[in-house]
């Protein structure tokens, strides 16, 4: 692990959701669901699992996005559109 503590797509998590229910996978990005938004995870065998966010206890960092899949820094670089 590194110091840094953001959610970015292709970090490893262990999400723990609605009545120890847990899902681990790859983080791929945040989608509508319904009236709300959905956290997206990629299992391993390549289903995309949408939890919704309300129902998220909470969740482990399993492991940073491999270097090539790593954004670039963009602190301070925010847009409100």
């Known amino acids: 692990m ?4 953001d959610m970015v797509p292709g970090s490893r998590f262990a ?10 996978g790859v983080f ?4 509508a ?8 995870f990629e299992l391993d065998d390549g289903t995309l699992r949408y939890v919704n966010h ?4 909470f969740m482990d960092r399993m492991g940073a996005p491999p270097a090539a899949e790593e954004p ?3 602190i301070g670089n925010v847009y409100y559109g």
């Open 15 to 24: 999400v723990h959701h609605g009545e120890g229910n847990v899902t681990e």
């Open 33 to 40: 669901l319904g009236g709300g938004v959905a956290l997206v």
């Open 54 to 57: 309300s129902s998220i206890e």
């Open 72 to 74: 670039p820094s963009t």
């Open 2 to 5: 590194d110091d840094r503590f």
């Open 28 to 31: 791929r990005g945040i989608s």
